[in-house]
């Protein structure tokens, strides 16, 4: 049975709170959670309890912006997607994840600096906060040139990376809607979609192969309400960010979770 001391148990409510505001305002931010809370709490017992977390965080936004997902950008996602899970599930009982993780972190902090860099010019500064692609109303956004345009990469590398991780599949998704300049209404919904969509299956295959303990019970127990508070704090922050703003916060977190990457391995 896991052991956990007080100060443990605070830490993983900090971080979770943390990851889960994130969440709540952009739709994804767990990434940057699961490898800090590695630190503490052992990697076979967190992927399969941050994987039921994340569906019920991402439900539970969907609530209210269930209208605003793009469908047609998440569908070009998921048949990739759905490869990629079946490779992670048969990597995840025996893959060293510490050459991934820190390969992964220099992706994430290489494109959300860029990300960010472009933001800052003055061609970033208009963007229409009624356009996405897949949606009906208003002109299409400029995309980002960025090879994470491409739907069936980042399905596939979110798919098999976040099946065999835990949350990190949601990186991989922010890319893509990133460099496609996806609103960020359309934006959260729709990483909300994805994420359940995700978590579900992996949900499944990890209660195929004996995933589910009594110690990711423990770790749930934990976690869930305070997600619920930083889901919470997320929907409050979000709706007073202008649509440049928001893509910063999106730049800012993958930079983060870069760090965190790197850092925690």
């Not at 569908?75 to 992670?88: E, W």
Request: glycine fraction near 10%; charge should be positive; aromatic fraction near 10%.
């Amino acid at each position: 049975m896991l052991s956990l001391s007080g100060n443990e148990i605070v830490y993983i409510c900090s971080i979770t709170v943390f990851a889960y505001s994130l969440r709540g305002a952009t739709g994804f931010g767990a990434a940057a959670a699961v490898p800090l809370m590695g630190l503490v709490v052992p990697v076979k017992v967190l992927v399969p309890a941050w994987t039921v977390l994340s569906f019920f965080g991402s439900v539970t936004i969907l609530l209210r912006d269930r209208h605003n997902i793009a469908w047609a950008d998440l569908m070009r996602l998921l048949p990739s997607c759905m490869l990629g899970i079946a490779i992670g599930l048969f990597f995840f009982a025996a893959l060293d994840s510490r050459t991934l993780a820190q390969a992964l972190g220099v992706v994430t902090l290489l494109h959300g600096g860029l990300s960010l860099w472009a933001s800052m010019r003055p061609a970033d500064a208009t963007v229409s906060p009624d356009s996405t692609s897949g949606a009906a109303a208003g002109p299409p956004t400029s995309p980002r040139p960025s090879l994470w345009r491409d739907a069936r990469l980042a399905g596939l590398l979110g798919g098999a990376i976040g099946t065999t991780m835990g949350a990190l599949s949601s990186l991989f998704f922010a890319m893509y809607f990133d460099a496609i300049g996806m609103p960020k209404n359309y934006f959260r919904a729709t990483m909300s979609m994805a994420v359940v969509a995700i978590a579900f299956v992996r949900g499944l295959g990890y209660l195929a192969i004996g995933g589910y303990s009594r110690d990711v019970l423990l770790i749930l127990a934990i976690t869930v309400p305070v997600a619920l508070i930083g889901i919470f704090i997320g929907e409050r922050v979000q709706t007073g960010l202008s649509e440049l703003t928001f893509r910063r916060l999106v730049d800012v977190t993958l930079i983060t979770s870069g760090f965190a990457l790197l850092v925690a391995h």
